[in-house]
């Protein structure tokens, strides 16, 4: 590498872990002069420590240990991974560096760490998920606790397989498949590309999978996708058995209605997220996270029809976009988007319940004063007492 010249830095993640191997060998047998970073979590909390390997595609070039930081083995990766890199930045001899994420890690953090000190001696070249394909349903529907797993990055995590699944999948804008010991069937392929219609998808024996895996990488903009307020949802599919429903409204949640359908709500799909609004909270966006048949709903901010004008200054230009998107006359930016895909999704039956969880005409006349006065159902969820 030449003096002064950044490292390039691909993380590559994902809880399919032999996939995961097969897309971190494929770059460093093709890219000469690459090596891989590892920290091992699963014997974090037996040794108190996280186990580093730095490895090329002959064999292993170095071994270490990092100390937990607060009895949590992710928080040490964050805290040893940089160093680290920079140090492999510092040899000159690193073409490439490829981070191998443990398996339930996240990508997100680990982008946002590397790319935080990408004005020093790095850069982050890529963020890639690798996939199996016939996998992707059966880790969807996985709502085993981590813990239970034996995937847990802390003692205090609470992460569940599904849920961990879907964030890794939907972050990265490329994935990189990789056929396991089941081929995928074309219901696979269909539920992957309605999942993340977005993502490149290459094979890691292309020969665009080097170039895909390097394109570069955008912080800012891969938060800003995941964000409840701008996220880039899927649009309405059918195929293969698999579809995508898109349920758009204006008019509030009864608060009641809605939470007593919440567990039906949760098991009607595989995979089901977005934002809305409630009518005893109508300066406050949710956004609807569920998979394994687990939902969390949270707290987003609030509207920006719920902003002083002057504060709006202050709002990302992509939020406010999205917002213009779904302005009404009367409600401004709040509105009802949730998106459910699954194999043999219930289109009619999920719509006609999420239409009777709406306020009635005779509820809605009575105006945003009557809606604070709805018996609250929400508030061990939104307001948790510690």
């Known amino acids: 590498m030449e003096a002064g010249e950044k490292l390039p830095v691909v993380i590559i993640g994902g809880l399919h872990s032999d996939a995961r191997k097969a897309a971190v060998e494929r770059l460093l047998t093709a890219v000469p002069g690459s090596v891989a970073l590892h920290h091992d979590l699963a014997s974090a909390a037996s040794q108190g420590s996280v186990r580093r390997t730095v490895r090329e595609c002959r064999g292993v070039l170095d071994t270490g240990e990092a100390p937990l930081v607060n009895d949590c083995a992710c928080c040490a990766l964050r805290e040893d991974l940089v160093p680290e890199l920079e140090r492999l930045a510092d040899t000159g001899l690193c073409r490439l560096a490829v981070v191998e994420l443990w398996d339930s890690v996240e990508p997100k953090a680990m982008a946002e760490v590397i790319a935080a000190h990408s004005d020093d001696a790095l850069r982050l070249a890529?963020?890639?998920?690798?996939?199996?394909?016939?996998?992707?349903?059966?880790?969807?529907?996985?709502?085993?606790?981590?813990a239970e797993a034996g995937l847990a990055a802390a003692a205090t995590d609470q992460r569940t397989v599904a849920d961990t699944w879907a964030r890794q999948l939907e972050y990265a804008p490329v994935l990189a498949l990789v056929d396991g010991e089941e081929a995928a069937d074309a219901a696979d392929l269909a539920l992957l590309h309605q999942l993340h219609p977005m993502a490149r998808q290459v094979r890691i024996d292309?020969?665009?999978?080097?170039?895909?895996?390097?394109?570069?990488?955008?912080?800012?903009?891969?938060?800003?996708?995941?964000?409840?307020?701008?996220?880039?949802?899927?649009?309405?599919?059918?195929?293969?058995?698999?579809?995508?429903?898109?349920?758009?409204?204006?008019?509030?949640?009864?608060?009641?209605?809605?939470?007593?359908?919440?567990?039906?709500?949760?098991?009607?799909?595989?995979?089901?997220?977005g934002r809305f609004w409630l009518a005893d909270r109508p300066d406050t966006l949710l956004s609807w996270d569920s998979a394994g048949g687990a939902l969390c709903v949270e707290n987003a901010g609030p509207w920006l029809a719920a902003l002083p004008d002057a504060a709006w200054d202050m709002v990302p230009p992509v939020r406010r976009a999205a917002a213009a998107l779904d302005w009404h006359p009367e409600h401004g930016d709040r509105a009802q988007h949730l998106v459910f895909t699954s194999p043999g999704l219930d289109t009619d039956a999920l719509r006609s319940l999420l239409d009777s969880c709406l306020l009635t005409d005779a509820e809605y006349e009575g105006g945003p004063e009557a809606w604070k006065l709805l018996p609250p159902a929400f508030d061990e969820l939104l307001d948790p007492v510690s």
Do not use: K, M
């Open 126 to 146: 890529g963020v890639v998920t690798a996939v199996d394909p016939a996998l992707v349903l059966p880790y969807l529907a996985n709502g085993d606790d981590l």
């Open 206 to 273: 292309a020969e665009e999978f080097i170039a895909a895996a390097t394109a570069g990488f955008d912080v800012e903009a891969a938060a800003a996708r995941q964000h409840p307020a701008c996220a880039l949802l899927p649009q309405e599919a059918d195929a293969e058995g698999v579809e995508t429903l898109v349920w758009h409204r204006v008019r509030p949640f009864h608060p009641g209605r809605l939470y007593a359908a919440l567990e039906d709500l949760s098991c009607a799909a595989a995979r089901s997220r």
